[in-house]
């Protein structure tokens, strides 16, 4: 039996609820999850963005079919979205939580970049980040609790924590 208060978001996915759903997005490694949350009308959205920039993306990827995928288009996406079923965007609040740097031969330090563009749209927008978990060498998983605003971060290394 599933639960249907739970609702995983994959890789370059998105989803947007009202209390009392969770939204839950696993395998964070250089991915980052971004959540925008409105405390008022408990409205709120989970993001799990794969690159940085739509604009940098290459055309064969054909980026304009998942603006999910990129933190500057998804963000705007999302924020969209929120707004459609409720919330209100003076009122939203970001938690941004992975952007790790998984593979030390890397010289693309996408987890960074990620990180980076996804807060500088979020300040673009006028979105405050209230909380971040990013950076380091281990994945993430997390889960948003769309009544509270908490946002559960689980590491394999590090232990739990709620955001």
Known sequence: ??????????????AVARSPV???????GSCVGITLYDRETKVGGLIHVMLPSIKEACLKANPASNPAKFADSGIEHLLEEVVKIGAC???LEAKVVGGA???STTHLNIGER?????????????VAI????????YGRTIT????????????????????
């Open 1 to 14: 039996m599933t639960d249907s208060s739970l609702i995983l978001v994959g890789t370059g996915d998105y």
């Open 22 to 28: 969770k939204l839950k997005a696993s395998g964070l």
């Open 89 to 91: 965007r003076k009122r």
């Open 101 to 103: 740097s998984m593979f």
């Open 114 to 126: 990620n990180t980076k563009l996804a807060k500088k749209t979020l300040e673009e927008l006028g």
């Open 130 to 137: 209230v909380a971040e978990d990013t950076g380091k060498n």
């Open 144 to 163: 948003f609790d769309i009544s509270t605003g908490d946002l559960l971060v689980k590491t394999v290394l590090e232990g739990n924590k709620i955001i």
